[in-house]
């Protein structure tokens, strides 16, 4: 899907369980974004990343972690600790710079808890 | 940070009527204010864009137009058609390789 991939696009999560979920690009992009969007609802950011091993909380980080060992990679988990997890996820990626550049999002993942 | 408000928050137009939709921003240091559409269950995808340099800017039937001065920036449809019909967010870029998002708006072609 234009260079960035999520996956998987539907999952299921019980109640007390861990799930990550995948955000690849082959974009060369520096910068890479975690949304939750709920029905109706905005973009709301949780987590995002300007460079390799490098990430900063976003408005609604609690419950959820990251990591961004590699430049093409930046997985999100949603842990036991959010408490209303179901939720539409988007992952997005873009170049960096002063001058502002516009974000390349991925499908997206929805995930359910069951 | 950034704040960016959208009106309408729903928008319904007869198909061949133009939609018109307005994004205010607060930082005046914001130089990059790119639109996005999403239909349903989909992912957004960038439609226009326009950077601070510049006031107005056309792709085919759509248009953005960026009034520095008053802080706000609107998109325009013209001629809209059944598959216009879908979500719009208006972004403002504030630094830090970060977009601010409005809350979208809900755009019906009614054909």
């Known amino acids: 899907d234009g260079g960035i991939t999520q996956s998987p696009k539907y999952l299921f999560r019980k109640e007390g369980q861990n799930v990550t979920l995948s955000c690849e690009q082959n974009?060369?992009?520096?910068?890479m974004y975690w949304y939750r969007q709920d029905p109706g609802q905005g973009l709301r950011l949780i987590y995002y990343?300007?460079?390799?091993?490098?990430?900063q909380k976003g408005d609604i980080a609690e419950g959820y972690s990251v990591s961004r060992e590699k430049k093409e990679s930046f997985p999100l988990t949603v842990t036991s600790a959010q408490k209303n997890p179901t939720a539409f996820y988007l992952c997005?990626?873009?170049?960096?710079?002063?001058?502002?550049?516009?974000?390349?999002f991925g499908s997206g993942t929805r995930l359910t808890v069951v | 940070g950034e704040n960016v408000e959208q009106h309408p928050s729903t928008l319904s137009v007869q198909e061949g009527d133009s939609a018109v939709i307005k994004c205010t921003y607060s930082?005046?240091?914001?130089?990059?204010f790119p639109w996005y559409k999403q239909e349903l269950g989909k992912r957004p995808q960038l439609i226009i864009d326009?950077?601070?340099?510049?006031g107005e800017k056309k792709d085919q039937r759509i248009a953005v137009t960026l009034n520095k001065t008053a802080k706000h920036f609107s998109l325009h449809i013209t001629e809209t058609q059944p598959e216009d019909s879908a979500v719009y967010f208006c972004?403002?870029?504030?630094?830090?390789?970060?977009?601010?998002f409005g809350k979208g708006n809900q755009v019906v072609v009614i054909p």
């Open positions: 974009l060369n992009h520096d910068a």
């Open positions: 930082d005046s240091a914001s130089n990059y």
């Open positions: 972004a403002a870029f504030y630094g830090n390789n970060r977009l601010a």
């Open positions: 326009i950077r601070s340099n510049v």
């Open positions: 990343s300007q460079i390799v091993n490098d990430f």
């Open positions: 997005a990626s873009s170049r960096t710079g002063d001058i502002g550049y516009g974000y390349t």
